[in-house]
Structures are given as structure tokens and as C-alpha cells.
């Protein structure tokens, strides 16, 4: 399966969870990720479709990609405290997003999804990707894999923060997530932590996070 069919599984998922009644009802309350709220969150999972519509728009990037791991080594918003300028303003972003309401929020990540089930079928996943954001371009493979990450992770979040079960990914999208937060954790903490604390219960760190 292709990174974008795999991108589709991810957010067509994501979608039917912000059309959940139990995410409604808990919008003003807090989540499970410090100072944001359940509306928040679901700003910011929803984001993560919107900034793909976002990015197709782009006109096509004549800079060339550089590789996923430097995309991460690059980002400021790994380690920054809670209270640092890129965290307020991520948090500040998704809420508002939300502003516009449950009803409304799913409505425009369902529209923004279904304009991209067309238009990514006609993209090669070698082509480049400018992202404004960062200042700085990825494969449309590569860049897919952010969003695959950002939604498995946030889905997550999103519905422990509701009483959700947790969602199961397809093996498609669920692979290359994998595969990122565990070259992301090695380089955080190195091979053999990683290898211990998939392996070796009686020497596995305390902490093995990827971000």
C-alpha cells in the first residue's frame, strides 16, 4: 500500500472520531495533554488533515527534500518546555480551531478529506513538499509520515481523553509510525535502551519516549 493510501486510512479515521458524540459533550472540558481542552485537542488532531490540503496547494517546491530524521533534528517544538512560545502558540492554534464548534470541525475535516481522497491519487510520493511552516521541504512520502504520527499519536489522546478505546491503525499506517518514533527514541536515548526496552524487561529504562 502506498504512503497516501495509508495517509487516507490514518485520517479517515481520525475523522469518524471527531464525529464521536463523546467528543461533543467533553469540548470545554480539559484533556489528557496539560492546559489544552478536549476541543483543543481535537483542533489540533484535525489540523493535521487541513495542513496536508494546505500543503498541496503549495506550488510544486523547487528546493530539494532533506531526510525525514533532519526534518525532526530541525523542529523546535521537540524539547520545549510547556510553557515556551511554540507550545503556547500549538495549543493556542488548535483551540482556536476549535472555536468553531464540534459540529462545525468535523464538518470541515470531513470536506478537507474527501477533496484529498482526489487529489493525492494523482501526486508521486518522490515529488517535493514546501511546508511555510518550517521553512524547508520533504518528499510527499516523508511528510505524510509526520502526519501519519501526528494523527495515530493524537487519536490517542483524543480518546482517552473521552473514555474512547483506543483505535487500531491499520498495519499500512500504523508501520511507518512505528518505524519513525523508533529511529526518533534511538536517537534520543540510543540503540541499546531502545533494544532493552523492547526486549529486556529486567533492563529496560525508566523512559524510552521518541519526543
Not at 523547487?62 to 533532519?70: D, G, K, N, R, S
Not at 474527501?114 to 510520493?125: D, F, R, V
Request: proline share 5%.
Amino acid at each position: 500500500m502506498s504512503a497516501i493510501d495509508a495517509y487516507l486510512g490514518a485520517a479517515g479515521q481520525a475523522v469518524a472520531l471527531l464525529r464521536k458524540p463523546e467528543v461533543a459533550a467533553a469540548w470545554e472540558q480539559p484533556s489528557a495533554l496539560a492546559e489544552m481542552t478536549v476541543g483543543g485537542l481535537a483542533g489540533h488532531l484535525a489540523y493535521q488533515i487541513f495542513s496536508v490540503g494546505s500543503a498541496m496547494q503549495e506550488p510544486t517546491s523547487e528546493a530539494a527534500p532533506i531526510p525525514l530524521l533532519e526534518h525532526y533534528a530541525r523542529a523546535v517544538w521537540i524539547d520545549a518546555p510547556l510553557d515556551g512560545e511554540i507550545n503556547v502558540g500549538i495549543r493556542a492554534k488548535g483551540e482556536g480551531i476549535a472555536s468553531e464548534g464540534a459540529q462545525s470541525l468535523w464538518k470541515r475535516a470531513q470536506a478537507s478529506f474527501a477533496e484529498q481522497q482526489t487529489k493525492l491519487a494523482g501526486h508521486s510520493g518522490d515529488q517535493a513538499v514546501f511546508m511555510p511552516q518550517t521553512g524547508w521541504a520533504l518528499s510527499l512520502n516523508d511528510f505524510l509520515a509526520t502526519r501519519m504520527m501526528e494523527l495515530a499519536v493524537h487519536m490517542d489522546d483524543l480518546a482517552v481523553s473521552v473514555g474512547l478505546a483506543a483505535q487500531e491503525l491499520p498495519d499500512a499506517a500504523f508501520d511507518p509510525v512505528l518505524v519513525l518514533l523508533a529511529r526518533l527514541a534511538v536517537r534520543r536515548h540510543g540503540q541499546a535502551a531502545l533494544l532493552r526496552a523492547l526486549s529486556r524487561a529486567e533492563r529496560a529504562p525508566a523512559v524510552i519516549n521518541a519526543i
